[in-house]
């Protein structure tokens, strides 16, 4: 989801299809009215949020005619405009989770993750690009790959400094549990992720939706309820209720 300061408001989207589910709500934090949106153009299959620079970004994760995509909407008109949805022509997979950086490299840069995670849930087409996490420039549009080797990247924030990425790695396994890890990322000079190593493991479900607080914990929905861990990926507490919280 994403907090939106300018409303007090926190923007969600639905945790379930169908297919064509356009569904993103807002809920007042002064009221808690809860209102389902009328964005337009809609968005189809929405997923991850976040909020950056007066707009909303909506990864958008398409279907089998519609690639996915990251869209921004204004809050208070709420017309969405297509930011990105392709690398060199070739249509992107399912957008997953969207977080943003301005420390970092020439400007202002959109990270996100595209798993082919609406392949693998027989909603989206036949995937033409890897499961990758791609930074976008929001000055040049230029779109980059920078980490292509995990398996289904999920969820994806930054520390307050924008120093450390941390990213999901989702993969299924026909044997149970399979890589419910985050990983924990060092940037270069250049503005790229280097150093990879394990931030925590999860014990239940899948470490899904990341977000980073200003004392640096790292909150992350998980099968049990939401875990919170200090910057070192040491468990501070969980607030549990099973599948209370996934992205």
Partial sequence: GAFVPTTNEVWFTANQLPIQNTNVSRVNLETNQIELLSIQPSILTPNGANYFDDSVYICSQGNQTTSGGIYAV???TLA???VVNS??????NSPND???TRKIGRGKYMWFTDPQIAYMQDFGSLPQLGSYVYRFDL????LRPVITDLVVPNGIAFDLNETTLYVSDTAPSSYGHGTFMV???DLNKHGLPINRHVFSVS?????DGIKVDKMGRVWTGEGDGINVRDHHGTLLGVI????????
């Fill in 74 to 76: 204004n809050p208070t």
């Fill in 80 to 82: 969405s405009r297509l």
């Fill in 87 to 92: 690398w060199f022509g070739l249509r992107l």
């Fill in 98 to 100: 969207v977080t943003f």
């Fill in 139 to 142: 000055t040049t549009s230029e």
């Fill in 183 to 185: 990983y924990a990322y």
């Fill in 203 to 207: 014990s239940a479900g899948i470490p």
């Fill in 240 to 247: 549990l209720g099973r599948d209370l919280c996934q992205s």
